[in-house]
């Protein structure tokens, strides 16, 4: 039977020498497409498997395979490609002697490529064709004729990349890796050929004939079956081969030792509608295997040495060792989920994860039979569903607190680690963390305390930005100051009291000691890198000065300010002029006009504060603010000095009723003697009232009479 090809992405293994110098042949194989994320991103992979029974030099197994793609539509090259060897590795069989009866040893060759479909290209409705051609099959194939000169062909169709203007995502099914396996003559046969497709679509399975060769036409050309065989019976015997359409599962009994090569196909439907199919070319081995006599295998497990399992629960992460009797002549072969495990050909077998488990048994000497333990299911225990927050790496900034938290329950053991030790004391489903390490919670329920469950997280301590601030030290207070901020980087934010800008208003923060800080977030981490610096604002000096003083014109007068610290505080007076020393705390001032002098105080910081005095010639008499009348010839009287050209002054003394006491019209001429009705007054305190009335000058204060 021969098909058109519509459009062909043609493979062909690159090899220096002649195929029958090492007799390594192509025996069989497979495609594979996977639709990745991006769009138009495929991965191709191609699966050979090889005769390699008689070479001496396995290595010498092709490792690329050159390939191009062709329109269907015109038959033109599309591009060309090449395919690397990714793997190449021996195919488990479960009985060696068996396959070396039938003369048969395989290897498979994984390879792969990942390739860029352009969609604006590969949008025909009929779809395409991945190709491999390989000349030539095995000599020992017993069910073609001339297999020497027939070449193996292995297709897979894909749909149109684009349909109706849109994307049209598909992965091909994937057939996985088969048994390596054999027939025993008059014994019933089951070959798995399930695949899986990642979207869900429904396969279906049948048998074809295997093509032999593609012609120059682009045609394929179908094997011709040897003489009495075809499609319904590719392998002779009372129950010749039959597929289940839904499982892929070949069912036969066969009668004739021999290899036998067979095709199976995979269709691939969405919808109801066929958008592509896998075909897979494989060999099997007919043998005349001796009748078995070995018993049943029974499998125990170490912690059942003594009783046979046939069921167990697998805890997540953990794992247990199957195992069965040992016998020096018997051969083993462990499966799980009926397919042949790489290496497990010992007595017993490591566990880790859940599936249904036998150990096949058979004569390690001679070809015969085999016999099937019972399947062991090994069933996930029922766990804790935990999840741990974060899911994903937990960023702390420095000096911050983080949090993990997992799934709570009552039923719930919890118990904490980090960096592989545990937390001591930390038995809830949270965990307060400070520190970068991987944590890890371990989870356990009532039922089963041995059956931890476990999540980790990571916790990394970010660094924050490098912030420098200079130090802002002591200033004098100052309704006017301003003390400049200066930070690196720029960007951040200042926090304090009186900041404005960049700097800082003394006036507002008043004396003390203050605390400045600066805040800049780091763009990257979300960290924020913070300095704080201390501001002094020392108080100034206190004077307790007069604002005027009135005095008479030649008066020597003695200015007295009040300070706190006289001793530790520099003064200085200006004008100098008329002072006696400008330097000192309490100078004399010879006054001969009115005149202000001003008080600069500097204390022992450097803080300055200045006062003002203003001297003023007084238009009224100066009288003293005591006198002792005692007769001793030394102030006996209230002597009154004019300052100024009044005619005449009036003089009124009062006892503290407010009873006159003495008046004197011109006061400035006699004065008070301290008598009252020619007797001595007592000693004490008395007002006086000293008036112009002409001028509308008028004075009043109190003195002393003392004895």
Not at 204 to 222: A, C, H, W
Not at 267 to 287: N, T
């Amino acid at each position: 039977m021969k098909k058109r090809l519509r459009e062909l992405l043609l493979c062909s293994l690159v090899v220096s020498t002649p195929y029958w110098a090492f007799a390594i042949h192509v025996v069989g194989g497979n495609f594979g497409m996977k639709s990745l994320p991006q769009r138009g991103f495929y991965q191709i992979n191609l699966t050979l498997f090889f005769d390699v029974e008689g070479s001496a030099v396995i290595s010498n197994a092709e490792t690329t395979a050159s390939c191009s793609i062709r329109s269907i539509a015109d038959g033109r090259i599309v591009r060309n490609f090449t395919m690397t060897r990714q793997r190449f590795e021996p195919l488990v069989y479960k009985n060696a002697i068996c396959v070396q009866q039938g003369k048969l040893r395989t290897a498979t060759g994984y390879f792969s490529q990942e390739l860029f479909l352009d969609p604006a290209v590969y949008n025909q409705p009929q779809g395409y064709l991945l190709i491999f051609t390989n000349c030539c099959r095995n000599q020992a194939i017993s069910n073609i004729q001339n297999p020497v000169i027939s070449e193996g062909v292995i297709t897979l169709q894909f749909p149109a990349i684009t349909q109706n203007g849109a994307e049209f995502r598909n992965s091909s099914p994937d057939f996985g890796l088969p048994n390596g396996d054999y027939i025993c003559i008059n014994k019933p046969f089951d070959f798995n050929s399930m695949a899986t497709d990642a979207d869900g679509d429904e396969l279906r399975y049948s048998m074809v004939t295997p093509y032999g060769k593609l012609d120059i036409n682009n045609s394929f050309q179908e094997v011709r079956w040897a003489a009495g065989l075809g499609l319904s019976n590719v392998i002779p015997g009372p129950r010749p081969p039959v597929v289940n359409p839904r499982t892929g599962l070949m069912s036969l009994t066969a009668n004739r030792p021999g290899v036998y090569v067979f095709t199976i196909l995979v269709e691939e439907y969405r919808a109801g509608k066929r958008i592509g199919f896998v075909r897979r070319d494989f060999q099997l081995p007919v043998v005349d295997c001796q009748r078995s006599t070995l018993p049943e295998p029974p499998i125990y497990t170490s912690t059942s040495p003594n009783q046979a399992v046939q069921e167990l629960e697998l805890c997540e992460g953990a794992s247990v060792t199957l195992s069965t009797a040992e016998k020096s002549d018997y051969a083993y072969q462990w499966q799980r989920n009926n397919a042949n495990l790489t290496g497990a050909n010992s007595t017993s077998l490591l566990v880790t994860q859940p599936g249904d488990y036998r150990v096949i048994v058979s004569s390690a000497l001679v070809c015969a039979g085999d016999t099937n333990s019972l399947i062991v299911k090994v069933k996930k225990a029922p766990s804790p569903t935990i999840q741990l927050s974060p899911t994903d790496t937990l960023r702390l900034c420095a000096a911050e607190n983080g949090e993990l938290r997992v799934t709570e329950s009552a039923n719930y053991q919890y118990k904490w680690y980090k960096n592989g030790e545990v937390i001591v004391g930390q038995e809830k489903s949270t965990l307060n963390v400070q520190s970068a390490g991987t944590y890890s919670v371990q989870v356990t329920t009532q039922l089963r305390p041995n059956c931890p469950v476990s999540a980790w997280d990571t916790v990394q301590v970010v660094t924050a930005a490098i912030v420098t601030f200079d130090s802002l030290g002591k200033v004098c207070f100052s309704d006017s100051g301003v003390v400049p901020l200066r930070v690196s980087p720029a960007g951040g934010v200042f926090v304090g009291k009186g900041v404005e800008a960049n700097s800082v208003k003394v006036k507002d923060v008043g004396v003390g000691t203050h605390t400045v800080s600066y805040e800049l977030k780091d763009p990257a981490t979300g960290c924020i890198g913070k300095q704080t610096r201390s501001l002094v604002v020392l108080p100034l000096p206190e004077i307790s000065l007069a604002t005027s003083q009135s005095v008479a014109q030649g008066e020597n007068v003695t200015l007295k300010p009040q300070t706190k610290d006289p001793i530790n505080e520099q003064f200085l007076w200006s004008p100098a002029e008329g002072l006696d020393d400008p330097f000192s705390p309490t100078p004399t001032v010879s006054v001969q006009q009115n005149r202000t002098y001003t008080l600069r105080v500097t204390d022992k910081n450097g803080c300055a504060n200045q006062a003002a005095i203003r001297l003023v010639f007084s238009n009224l008499i100066l009288i003293p603010d005591a006198f002792s009348p005692n007769g001793d010839g030394v102030n006996d009287r209230l002597e009154i000095k004019k300052n100024g050209d009044f005619s005449s002054l009036e003089l009124f003394i009062y006892n503290r009723w407010g009873e006159l006491l003495f008046y004197e019209k011109d006061a400035y001429q006699n004065s008070w003697d301290g008598t009252y009705r020619e007797k001595r007054v007592q000693a004490g305190i008395y007002s006086y009232v000293i008036q112009n009335v002409e001028k509308g000058v008028k004075q009043a204060g109190r003195l002393w009479v003392l004895y």
